[in-house]
């Protein structure tokens, strides 16, 4: 019984193998982000709308990609960001691209606003050290992930559907390869409270 009152991390070995039937085969990493777990994979950040930072949006009038484009990420990370101009390790981006409707309003006529229906959303967790380099989803500093709304699980977000980030995920964001593949000019989150 010393070994458990010196190190916390032997008694919690020792209750994953005495109840290794409740222990998840993979667990997250939550040192380096509570959305990735041992493999690289990358789970959906459920509840990000409340407890994440809006940084800005993006609005597309057009195409399979219309509608507003509302992006997200820790607190923390709009601070780290804020002080060394760099996105820290771990930090999540979440854009949710929500369709679009239109109407007159005292505003002014043709006025575009966010309606109820999701089209998907786009993750990306920042890995500066290259972690998960054999995971095809994990490279140029980022992971990457596709989810779309889905009536068939409890969660209502299909699992990750980008299956290799160079094919699925990296040409949009080659065009903002010198500000580390991040459209940074719709965000003024990142820049003040303003």
Not at 144 to 152: A, N, Q, R, V
Not at 153 to 182: E, F
């Amino acid at each position: 019984m010393a070994i458990f009152k010196k190190s916390g991390l032997a008694l919690r070995l020792a209750v994953m193998c005495s109840c290794a039937w409740f222990v998840p085969a993979v667990m997250a990493d939550s040192s380096f982000s509570p959305y990735v777990d041992e493999t690289g994979g990358i789970s959906f950040p459920q509840g990000f709308r409340t407890s994440m930072v809006h940084l800005g949006s993006w609005f597309v009038p057009d195409g399979g990609a219309s509608g507003f484009h509302d992006v997200y990420t820790e607190a923390a990370t709009v601070e780290v960001y804020r002080k060394t101009g760099k996105f820290p390790d771990g930090a999540t981006i979440v854009k949710a691209l929500r369709a679009h409707s239109s109407g007159d309003y005292t505003t002014g006529d043709g006025v575009n606003f966010a309606n109820q229906e999701l089209k998907q959303w786009f993750v990306m967790i920042k890995d500066s050290t290259g972690r998960y380099a054999d995971n095809p989803l994990w490279g140029n500093g980022w992971g990457w992930g596709l989810y779309k709304p889905s009536e068939d699980t409890s969660s209502g977000v299909t699992a990750n559907l980008a299956a290799d980030y160079k094919a699925d995920c990296l040409g949009c964001h080659v065009p903002a390869r010198q500000t580390d593949l991040i459209y940074i000019e719709a965000y003024p989150t990142l820049k003040s409270d303003h």
